[in-house]
């Protein structure tokens, strides 16, 4: 079981980039996806998740109305749309499953099993 995440890079603050998370080795349709982020000093916080049970989802409060987390059953993939990029997003975005279908508000990553290796998003103010 692998997870890539990928799409991160430098933007001047306002703008936006598309993150991907696919995985190799299961079918991440069947589960819950979580993106996760890791700034520099900091402990890692919970952004978003997005459940498979019933499709349903979780912002963290920092980020909602800015991102969105999005699903492609087809590609078995997650996508972490982020917009309005602030400095204060800048951190290693990382992507995470545990083989279970449900989002905890606030999400957690005590229970994540599955990580990808992290994708970097700098934004410059």
């Known amino acids: 079981v692998q997870l890539q995440a990928s799409g991160g890079g430098l933007v001047q603050a306002g703008g936006s980039l598309r993150l991907s998370c696919v995985a190799s080795?299961?079918?991440?349709?069947?589960?819950?996806v979580g993106w996760f982020r890791q700034a520099p000093g900091k402990e890692r916080e919970g952004v978003s998740c997005?459940?498979?049970?019933?499709?349903?989802?979780y912002y963290a409060p920092s980020v909602k109305g800015r991102f969105t987390i999005s699903r492609n059953t087809a590609e078995s993939t997650v996508y972490l749309q982020v917009n309005s990029l602030k400095a204060e997003d800048t951190a290693v975005y990382y992507c995470?499953?545990?083989?279970?279908?449900?989002?905890?508000?606030?999400?957690?990553?005590?229970?994540?099993?599955?990580w990808g290796q992290g994708t970097q998003v700098t934004v410059s103010s």
């Open positions: 997005i459940a498979s049970s019933d499709g349903s989802i």
């Open positions: 080795g299961f079918q991440l349709n069947y589960y819950r």
């Open positions: 995470a499953t545990d083989k279970t279908t449900m989002c905890d508000d606030p999400l957690t990553d005590h229970e994540f099993d599955f």
